[in-house]
């Protein structure tokens, strides 16, 4: 069974096709500058990459390119696109009403559209990469698969803001959450190589790359999270702020800017670039601070800080843990950051073992040692293989 998975964002199309009998990747690639005249399309099967530049003006037309890719006579893998079984897409924002992943049909594509106001920047695109796919491929089973699903178990107090209970009723102000494909996947993965059954771990899991959040995991189900209604609240990010006082808010519009450009720098212009004004990237952060930069080395403590203010908070609600668990690019791979946190950690128990730590690098094991009180995992997410075996499921 061959599942093909997209992720649409605004300019740009990942994707990878998958055969399910042993969820190997056949091809990948991504598609950048959608929109345009020249559009660049970098294609990987067979362990060989490929870049072109070809004329995608919407969604639709990048999905056809692909498509011709991997039925292409000399780079594709398939001799037709009707090998396809399935299509799996992910959405950023399913609201209170998708909490799981769902085969899509006119009364899914209304409701990905009423949600476009709780994320205005991701569902248009996401909706534009279906319509796209679904023009091209009529036949087969189209899948959706939501970020915000997997922390629809949260309870009304981790996702309630006490704010005046109108803005809830009325206006669906509330924690919805995101990067839960990947919370999902890494909390799968930790109870199989911890071995204890899915619904019996508790775990704190960190997805750590240009955006983090963290969730709480208790018996399997994610019971908190630090993103809120919008990916900005919580832990510091690439470009995002995370948790702020809301005054500042008010504050800087009486110095003089207006609500979107304060919305703008929250999002665009804080974070790790904003404390350092070098650049959002932990690696140039990094080296940037061993080189004596006292703005970089800021950036990285306070961004470490806020993560393991976090980890104690959930330690807290959760009736015990059995792991705290690291992903995404910096959690991958950016050994430091990782030292930095775990040494934070030893009073929950935690005992950091640098030769782990440098040994676990885009691999999957503890960089604590054997029998500590708390143990810290490093699992590498695989968010697309999720959205396949879903898609799987549900295609049939
Ligand atoms: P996205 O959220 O865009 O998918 P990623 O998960 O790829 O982002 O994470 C991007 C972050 O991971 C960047 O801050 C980058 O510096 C960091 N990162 C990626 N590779 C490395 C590496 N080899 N060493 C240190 N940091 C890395």
């Given at each position: 069974m061959r599942v093909f998975v997209l992720n649409c964002g605004s300019s740009s199309i990942k994707y990878q096709l998958f055969d399910m009998t042993d969820e190997s990747v056949l091809a990948k690639g991504l598609l950048e500058r959608v929109g345009t005249d020249d559009a660049v399309l970098e294609h990987n099967a067979r362990d060989d990459t490929c870049q072109l530049e070809v004329a995608a003006h919407n969604h639709a037309a990048g999905v056809?390119?692909?498509?011709?890719?991997?039925?292409?006579?000399?780079?594709?893998?398939?001799?037709?696109?009707?090998?396809?079984?399935?299509?799996?897409?992910?959405?950023?924002?399913?609201?209170?009403?998708?909490?799981?992943?769902?085969?899509?049909?006119?009364?899914?594509?209304?409701?990905?559209?009423?949600?476009?106001?709780?994320?205005?920047?991701?569902?248009?695109?996401?909706?534009?990469?279906?319509?796209?796919?679904?023009?091209?491929?009529?036949?087969?089973?189209?899948?959706?698969?939501?970020?915000?699903?997997?922390?629809?178990?949260?309870p009304p107090e981790a996702y309630r803001y006490a704010v005046p209970n109108e803005w809830y009723t009325k206006h669906k102000v509330r924690r919805y959450g995101f990067h839960g494909t990947s919370h999902r996947y890494v909390t799968q993965r930790a109870a199989e190589l911890l071995a204890i059954p899915v619904d019996k771990i508790n775990l704190i899991t960190c997805h750590l790359g240009n955006g983090c959040s963290m969730t709480a995991i208790a018996a399997g189900r994610a019971v908190d999270h630090s993103m809120g209604m919008t990916p900005l609240e919580g832990l510091v990010m690439g470009t995002r702020s995370g948790d702020v006082d809301p005054a500042i808010i008010p504050y800087m519009v009486a110095k003089g800017m207006n609500v979107q450009e304060v919305d703008k720098a929250l999002n665009k212009q804080s974070g790790l670039l904003g404390l350092s004004e070098i650049g959002n990237d932990m690696r140039d952060l990094l080296a940037a601070a061993n080189a004596g930069n006292d703005k970089a080395q800021l950036a990285v403590d306070v961004f470490c800080r806020r993560i393991v203010k976090y980890i104690g908070a959930y330690y807290a609600i959760l009736p015990s843990v059995d792991a705290v668990v690291m992903t995404g690019g910096i959690g991958e791979n950016s050994l430091p950051v990782r030292a930095a946190i775990c040494r934070q950690l030893t009073r929950l128990g935690a005992e950091f073992d640098e030769q782990r730590n440098l040994a676990t690098v885009r691999r999957e094991g503890p960089i604590t040692v054997d029998g500590c009180h708390l143990p810290v995992w490093i699992i590498p997410t695989n968010e697309e293989v999720v959205i396949a075996r879903d898609t799987a499921e549900i295609a049939g």
């Open positions: 056809s390119i692909i498509l011709k890719m991997l039925t292409d006579k000399r780079r594709g893998v398939l001799s037709s696109v009707d090998e396809i079984h399935g299509v799996g897409h992910r959405v950023v924002h399913g609201g209170e009403s998708l909490t799981e992943s769902v085969r899509v049909d006119h009364r899914i594509l209304d409701a990905i559209r009423e949600n476009i106001p709780l994320a205005p920047l991701h569902n248009p695109a996401n909706l534009a990469g279906i319509e796209g796919a679904m023009a091209a491929m009529p036949k087969v089973p189209h899948v959706a698969v939501f970020d915000t699903a997997f922390l629809a178990t949260m």
